[in-house]
Structures are given as C-alpha cells and as structure tokens.
Nanobody, 119 residues
C-alpha cells in the first residue's frame, strides 16, 4: 500500500508563489512515476507534469499554462508555482504510478490541496 500526503496549498494574491509538496510512503517499488494534476470546479482533472524516479526529464501536459518546475528528492515531489494568476480556485493532486512491469502499474492518489489566487 502507498500513501501520499500533499501540503503547501493556500491563498495568495496574483503574482504570488506557492510550493506544493507530496510525500510518498509505503511500498514504492524500484521504479515509479510521480505526477501533479489540477482540477477546477466542474472541470476534468488535468495532468500538469510527470517525473520518473529513475531520472529523465519532466513530461508536461498539453496546456501551456500551469507549466511549473517539478522536482523529486527521495520520496518527496514538489511543484514550484510562481506568478500565479486569478481566477485560480483549483485542487492540486499528486499521483504515483508504481511500476510492477514495463506495462503494468498501480496508481495511488493524494487527497488534494486547495489553491486560491485573488486579484
């Protein structure tokens, strides 16, 4: 079993910054991919960026917005969000895919952390 605990959300003014953190624990296997997703009210959960634990470059989603640096240190993945723009109420989720085989993974989600940006 894997647990993900997110933190770092909150309310900021336009142009402000937040760093989201996600700490993974449990059976993380030898290879996993950690990702950040964003979900606004009434919208689908959208993948922002993913990063594999065994190196490689970050893979960003299609949207040119919300492209923030991701970093991984041990079992903690961070998303450094800067110059945040309103309206921005959204919940950010952390996900981990634990790879059991090249085409077989088990996914686990965090509980989400709320981000609000006021003008």
């Amino acid at each position: 079993q894997v647990q993900l605990v997110e933190s770092g959300g909150g309310s900021v003014q336009a142009g402000g910054s937040l760093t989201l953190s996600c700490v993974a624990s449990g059976n993380l296997g030898t290879s996993n991919t950690m990702s950040w997703f964003r979900q606004s009210d009434g919208a689908q959960r959208r993948e922002l960026v993913a990063l594999m634990s065994n190196g490689g470059s970050a893979v960003y989603g299609q949207s040119m917005q919300d492209r923030f640096p991701i970093s991984l240190d041990d079992a903690t993945v961070k998303l450094d969000m800067t110059n945040l723009k309103p309206p921005h109420p959204a919940v950010y989720y952390c996900k981990i895919d634990v790879w059991a085989a090249p085409s077989l993974s088990h996914e686990f989600w965090g509980q989400g952390t709320q981000v609000n940006v006021s003008s």
